[in-house]
Every structure is written in C-alpha cells, then in structure tokens.
C-alpha cells in the first residue's frame, strides 16, 4: 500500500537516469508521444528534412496554475513552440520536450499533462521527437516546468521581415484579445465570473498556412504572446521605423474578458494570448487575409485592427479611442499587476 | 467647453483628483480631443502612489520578518522605499491580494505567521478594511494587522488649494469616493476657494460631460457642487460606511509622497484598536519623514511647472525606477509626459 503510493509520486530516482527513470519513460512518457523516431530512444533523433531552409526556436514554460479552463502546460508548451515556428513562416517538423519536475510531483498529474501535450502535438501534426526528463529537490522548482524546441522547414511563399513593412500596410489579428491572459490571472487570483473565461490556447500552424497558401502577400507575423498585442507591435514599430495606428472600436473583444480587465485594471493590449496571430499585410490582400481567416475555425472573430502609417525618427503605436480621442500604446512593462483603483 | 476658454481669454486648468479618472483620461485620450487652452492636470493620482517612502520603508522591515506574512494590493509592490521595493526585494512571504477579506483569509490559514495587511486607498477601500478589522476582533483574531495608509481626498484638495501659486480653476470629482463622503463633503471646498466641484463618472462621454459642466461653471462664474454620477450620490454620502470608517480610524497629519504633511489626510486605527495596529505591534512609532529631495510632484501636481521642468526628469527618475508619485503612477503627469514627449519631438 505504502509502496504504491510512493510510486505515484516523483522521486529524486525519478531523474537519476536508473531503473525508475527507464520505468518513468516507458510507462509515462512514451505512451503519450509514441511516434518511430522517439520510440528508437537514440541520444539524438535523426530526421530527414524536406528542405534545407530550416527554422528552429525554444521557449520554456513555467505557467501556475498547471491547468487552467482551456488548457494546460502540456498543451500550451506544444501550442507556443509551433506557433512560434508558424509566425516565422516554418511548416513545424519536430518538437523536443524536456521536464523539469520537483520531486514529489504526482505521477498521475504528469501522464495527465503529458497525453495532453501529445494529443495537441497529433492534432498539429508534428512529432515530439526527443526530450530529456530531470528531477530537482523539492522546493527547488514550482511542480513542473517544460521546454521545448522545435524546428520547421521555410515554408515557400514565407518571405517575414520587419524591413518588408511599409505604410498603408494593414494590421489583421485572428480574434479576440487577451482570452489566455485574463483566464489565468482570474483563476489565480480565485474570481469567478458567470460565463467562465476560457484560454485560447490553440496551435496555429494550420491557420497560418492557409493564409500563406493563398499567395497573400504577409510581410511580417508574430503571436502576441506575453505583452499582448501592445509588445507585438510596439516591436514592429521600433524595428521598421514606422507608426503603426491601431482602431479601438474595431478591436475583437469578448465581453466577459472585457469585464475581467476592467475590474482588475488591466488594459488588454498588454494581456497575453496563446491562439492569436498578428499580420501585416499588403493593404491589397488584407480582405483576403481575413476571410481566410474567418473560414478557419481559429479566425471566426478575425479583423483589421489598424495601419501602418509614415516612417518616422521615433516611431509610435498609437490608438485610435472609441470617443475620436488617441492616446501612445506603451510597450508593456514586463508584469501584470492588478490595481485597486 | 470652447466658450469657457473664449470668455475667460486664459488657460483652464482643472485637476482630476482621482486615478480612475486619470487612467479613463489616459486609456480613451480624452486630452487631445479638448480645446488647446483646456488643461486637465492629474491629482495626486491613485492611493498607492501617494504612499509616502517612509511607509514602504516600514513595510519593507516588517516583510523582512520570517513570522510574517505581508498581505497586499498588486500595485503596491512596485512602489520604492529609499532603497527598493516588495517587487524588488521578491520576498516569497509577500502575498497578493484582492482585498481585505482575502488578508484575513490569509491569517486564519497561517495561524502561525502574523498577516500584516497593506491597508491603503482612498474612501472606496477604507470600509473594508473597517470591517476586516471589526471581523478580526469578533473572530479574536491575534495574527492579523494593518499597517494603515488609508487616505481622505478632501483634505488633500484642501492643500493643494492653500498652495499659494497654485493654478488649478476646478476639481473633476470621483463618482466612487463620492458616493461615500456625499456631495457636502466638497461644500468647504467651493465656499472657500470658490472652485467648482464636479463629481463624474469614469465612462469617457461622463468624463467629457463632468468637464462641459465645470466650463459653464467657470464660464458663468458659478461654483458649485454638481453631481452628474449615475449611481445615487446623496448630499451626505454613505452614513453607514462613514460609521465603520469613524468607529476604527482617526485623520493625523500623515506624509503623501512627494507632497510632504497633509493635516488631517491619512488614517490610522484609533487607540482602542492597537493590537491591529502593525507600527505600534512591531515597535514603530511613527512613519518617518521621506527624503525625495529634488522631486518637484507636488509643483506639477498644482500645474506650476512641467515635469521636463524637474531635474530629476529622464535621469534619476523614470517610470522604470521611479521617485514621486507622478511617475510611480504609470498614468501620472511626469510618467505620461516621459512617454508623451517622444511624441511631441516627432511632431515639431
Ligand atoms: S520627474 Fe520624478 S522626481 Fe521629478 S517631479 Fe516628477 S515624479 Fe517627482
């Protein structure tokens, strides 16, 4: 009885590379990524690429709560690595995921997280190729953190640069702001609302090739991870030199995420999304690009935010209020704190 | 609005007291959209950043102590003592938190840790933590305190007013606070230095009608106290909130940052009450006097200069290390004016 109980949590043995990490791989891990190239074990996976213009990033995930409505670290450490391959104008190929696990961990937390991972990687057609499993003292980590790396091949119509923006560019986004963001810190900070907010975490990689497929010709793409739509652009202004203006009433917003930001304080422009890409987009193409969009289940809600107007010295995102009012779009300060007044 | 500024041939200056007016202002650029000689300059700003650095100080010494648990609003962290902040000193036992009840949750599942509450805002916030307290004393709560910055509006209007040189024409009244304190609180205000008072809502058409009002106040020379709020604001306000304020807390002449003494602008808990109190618990006796000198906040706070004016502007004090509350509010004027001006360059 006792035996099994301590099973079910993670031991420090776990990751020290003996029996029970062999044990830990083939009855946790494996199972929720089996795919030809892992099963094989190797020390490094070998793949064969369909071409030899290749993309590769890394991003690691430490998000609390481990599960939020919508999703969970599994699933967004897949979503935020292949969407970050996606925006690059790769076709994603293969994914490296390595854990980071405190000792004490609950095993069947992990198979959990883990079969979610997998599924999100099959859904996005991509294979979780290779990874690494360690185990740190309790205290030393917060439960579980995750990072991947992923690689991807160009894809041949992805020609992304800041240097191809240029004025009357349109700027589209495929939905709603702020959905990930408000989620998390609700259920963080314990507040229920009657319609529960839900995350939007989602793997792009489909949406994206759709609208590349197209021809459109999209100059510049980024997801707006943390910092929101407000860091995304306020990097396309400083790295092309143009002002970008974004249209307030035209900005997609769920009611219920609206309600949340205001009585929290937040401006949601700064708030993180995990299923969202911003384009920019030859004026010409930006009705085309939407409706692309707005075919794919992930662009129901995609709009024309704003535009790209002159080249400047010291190039701004400016908004355009409800009231004909303008005000600067700040690059976000780095943390979301809620306010009390 | 461009009446007012015709009749009276001269800029108006009118100050939003409140930060929920400020960050309206500021999200739905309310400012371009008036008349050139329409300034509106922005109050103290929120409660949080008028709290003073000796406050932080104390706060930070007491977060310092591995018995306690250190309860408070998220903007809080970021406000600097004289030698950094909650955020930057990140303290595993600094908790946030959404309110007072959550603090006293806090308490009652660390019965051995004393949860010392960060007790600041304005009159909105001031019954809660009234009631927090009052809920402690029945629940017999020992390892619960405040360390109380809670201040009241009116005489901080009072003292910017008093201010010699001070160039503010009218006040832009929080619908909120009102609603608490009742429109009579702003009588002595209007009698005295004949400034209208117009209390508004935080929607961007109330802002701009609360504005409208005070121009044909001003126009017509015609002070008064006008409520345009939706929600009821009585003459005399919420009487029961006021009780629970008076029954725990008195006024003293408490530091705001930047603007030094304010007779009668912060709250502390009554005497009655001093084992809640977390300055006379932890052998403090009183909040020492802060040291900003060079900030001029409280000159651009009455409109008497502009922040680019301070010497301390763009080099020792910026939004990321800031000094006075002017730039730890990120919608205060010399914080605005940091970002703002980037723009004004571009534009010349
Ligand atoms: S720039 Fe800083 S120091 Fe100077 S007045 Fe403003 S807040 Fe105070």
Redesign the interface.
């Known amino acids: 009885m006792t035996d099994s109980k301590k099973e079910n949590k993670i031991l420090l043995a776990h990751g020290g590379g003996g029996r029970l990490t062999s044990h830990l791989i083939e009855k946790t891990i494996l199972p929720a990524f089996s795919n030809d190239t892992l099963d094989k074990l190797t020390d490094a996976a070998s793949l064969d690429l369909t071409s030899a213009s290749v993309c590769m990033t890394t991003d690691s995930y430490v998000v609390k709560p481990l599960f939020f409505n919508g999703g969970d670290i599994g699933k967004l450490a897949v979503c935020g690595t292949v969407n970050d391959l996606a925006v690059a104008g790769a076709t994603p190929v293969a994914l490296s995921l390595s854990l980071i696990i405190e000792e004490g961990f609950d095993i069947d937390t992990l198979e959990k997280i883990l079969a979610s991972a997998g599924a999100t990687a099959k859904q996005a057609g991509i294979d979780i190729v290779t990874g690494d499993t360690k185990v740190v003292e309790k205290g030393a980590a917060d439960g579980l953190f995750i990072n991947t790396a992923g690689l991807g091949t160009r894809h041949e119509n992805a020609d992304i640069d800041f240097d191809r923006v240029t004025k009357t560019d349109k700027i589209i986004i495929n939905g709603t702001l702020g959905d990930h963001g408000m989620t998390i810190i609700s259920q963080r900070?314990g507040?229920k609302f009657d319609s529960p907010l839900q995350s939007d975490c989602a793997v792009l990689s489909g949406l994206i090739a759709d609208v590349l497929n197209s021809g459109a010709n999209v100059k510049f793409m980024r997801d707006p991870t943390r910092g929101g739509v407000a860091a995304v652009l306020n990097e396309i202004a400083a790295a092309s030199g143009f002002t970008i203006e974004l249209d307030e009433p035209s900005l997609p917003i769920d009611e219920t995420v609206r309600a949340a930001a205001d009585m929290?304080?937040f401006?949601l422009l700064d708030i993180a999304n995990e299923g969202k890409v911003v384009f920019v987009v030859d004026e010409k193409d930006a009705g085309k690009v939407v409706d692309i969009c707005k075919n794919h289940e992930l662009g129901k809600k995609a709009a024309i935010i704003g535009e790209v107007l002159d080249k400047?010295?010291?190039p701004?995102v400016e908004?355009?209020?409800?009231?004909?009012?303008?005000?600067?779009v700040?690059m976000p300060?780095g943390?979301d704190?809620?306010?009390?007044? | 609005m461009d009446q007012a500024c015709e009749t009276l041939g001269r800029q108006i200056n009118i100050m939003e007291v409140?930060?929920?007016h400020t960050?309206s202002i500021?999200?739905?650029?309310?400012?371009?959209?008036l008349p050139r000689s329409l300034k509106l300059l922005s109050g103290p700003g929120?409660?949080?950043c008028v709290t003073d650095q000796g406050y932080i100080d104390i706060m930070l010494e007491i977060a310092d102590r591995d018995d306690c648990i250190i309860a408070t609003?998220?903007?809080?962290?970021?406000v600097p003592g004289k030698d950094g902040s909650l955020?930057k000193r990140a303290k595993s036992n600094v908790k946030?938190v959404?309110s007072s009840e959550d603090a006293i949750k806090l308490a009652e599942e660390n019965p051995d840790k004393t949860v010392v509450f960060v007790a600041?805002?304005?009159e909105?916030?001031t019954p809660a933590t009234a009631v927090a307290i009052k809920d402690a004393a029945e629940k017999n709560l020992d390892n619960f305190c405040i360390l109380s910055g809670h201040k009241l509006v009116i005489p901080a209007m009072d003292a910017l007013l008093s201010e010699k040189n001070h160039k503010i024409d009218a006040f832009l009244c929080p619908g909120h606070v009102s609603v608490i304190i009742g429109t009579d609180a702003y009588k002595p205000i209007v009698e005295t230095y004949k400034r209208p008072c117009v209390v508004a809502g935080f929607e961007?058409?109330q802002v701009?009608e609360g504005i409208a009002e005070i121009c044909r106040q001003l126009t017509n020379d015609a002070p008064e106290v006008i409520s345009m709020y939706p929600a009821a604001v009585t003459a005399t306000g919420n009487t029961t909130a006021w009780q629970i304020i008076n029954t725990f807390f008195q006024p003293y002449d408490g530091y705001w940052r930047g603007l030094g003494k304010i007779p009668g602008g912060t709250l502390r808990l009554k005497e009655e009450y001093a084992k809640f109190d977390a300055m006379k618990r932890f052998g403090f006796n009183e909040i020492p006097a802060e040291d900003l000198t060079g900030c001029r906040c409280g000159e651009v706070l009455c409109g008497l200069i502009d922040p680019a004016d301070c010497g301390m502007f763009e080099t020792k004090c910026t939004?990321?290390s800031p000094v006075g509350p002017c730039m730890v509010s990120?919608e205060g004027a010399c914080s605005a004016w940091y970002?703002?001006g980037?723009?004004r360059?571009?534009r010349t």
């Open positions: 900070e507040i929290l304080g401006d400047e010295e010291s701004v908004l355009k209020t409800k009231i004909g009012g303008r005000r600067i700040q300060y943390r704190l809620p306010r009390i007044c | 409140c930060g929920t960050v500021f999200r739905n650029g309310i400012r371009p959209t929120c409660p949080v609003y998220g903007d809080m962290i970021r955020e946030l959404l600041v805002g304005f909105t916030t961007p058409m701009i939004p990321d990120s970002k703002y980037r723009r360059k571009r």
